[in-house]
């Protein structure tokens, strides 16, 4: 329950990063003071997506949503794509009480962005700065986030068994971590270079891990994002993608995407086959026979409309007493063999999650 709430928390956040009130909106784009486009909005003059609202502190996001005042819909402001070396030191809040300086600062527009997930300050590497909320939505989300690839210097010299933890999983204080893909880069005396790739992330997720298996962090950088890799940028400066850079993006997601579908198809199929005891089932070299299916002991069709249809390449047996069209999963009863969920997330070091996207200060703990 911990681990969902601060799932929920997390998406609220995002969605008030990646959103503004409309009264702000409308003035913005020059339509009247905030105080004029607030009486706009409540005598009912303003639509958002072909809705009228008249509820003041409504937020929208105006790269994706249509905004019309009387009928006459606002322009939408261009989408801007920035990736940034985020120097030690930079905080990834757009707001900062203290005045620290802050990655927004980084990217030359008027226009109003936001960092997709976070990094801590004490963390540096590469992160995606947008206007862009449907698509940060996209990468930050749970179910769908993109590999984060991240170099670790940390102190000692991990051996293979430490290694292997971090990629089975440890526990932290919202369950059990781990990392997609560790490697050594190098050894040097008294300390080891690592690459680690996460596909979730929690707040300084890769800290807290290597923590636990006895292993201090001495520096952390991000250096991809998915298709996106940081090179030779500079700390402190910033890339504008083009349309080629956020189509890698989305493939990238849209992978993830069909991943995680085909995840939750094998689920079910599991759930279903495994909720029922009406067929017996042996296996006989290569194929498998399915005996004892008739009307009275076969599944129901709740079961088989459970999304158990055979994805392309599966065996099938139907079995000649089945009703017309049932279908009966064949030779291949691991469900589960080559095939790989996904786990979202973002964190930054811990942000969202990853270790990546590590909390802003206001995360540390």
Known sequence: MAAEQTDADDSAAEAEVTTERLQKVLAAAGIASRRECEELIVSGRVEVDRQT??????????????????????????????????PVGVVTTNYDPSGRARVIDLVPTDQRVFPVGRLDRTSEGLILVTNDGALANLL?????????????????????????????????????????AVHVKRRNP????????????????????????GHKVLRLKRIAVGPLVLGDLPAGACRRL????????????????????????LAKRAKAWDATETYAVSDVGDE?????????????EDSWDMGMEAD?????????????????????????????????????EGGQGDEGDEGDEDFEG
């Open 53 to 86: 609202v008249v509820k003041l502190g409504t937020r929208v996001d105006p790269v994706n949503q249509e905004v019309r005042v009387d009928g006459v819909a606002l322009p939408r402001p261009q989408r801007l794509y920035y990736i940034v070396h985020k």
């Open 140 to 180: 930050t989300h749970p179910r769908f986030g993109v590999e984060k690839t991240y170099w670790a210097l940390v102190d000692g010299h991990p051996d293979n068994h430490t290694l292997d933890k971090l990629r089975e999983g440890v526990h932290i204080a919202e369950g059990k971590a781990k990392a997609s």
């Open 190 to 213: 008294g300390t080891t270079e690592l690459v680690i790739v996460l596909d979730e992330g929690r707040n300084r997720q890769i800290r807290r891990m290597l923590a636990r298996v």
């Open 242 to 265: 083009g349309p080629q850079d956020v189509e890698l993006l989305m493939e990238a997601i849209r992978a993830k995407r069909k991943q995680a579908a085909k995840a939750r198809r």
């Open 288 to 300: 498998t026979d399915v005996a004892d299916l008739t009307d009275e002991n076969a599944m129901s």
């Open 312 to 348: 392309d390449g599966d065996d099938v047996l139907i079995a000649d007493d089945a009703p017309l069209g049932r279908k009966m999963p064949g030779a291949v009863l691991d469900w589960n063999e080559g095939d790989e969920g996904d786990e979202g997330g973002e964190g930054d």
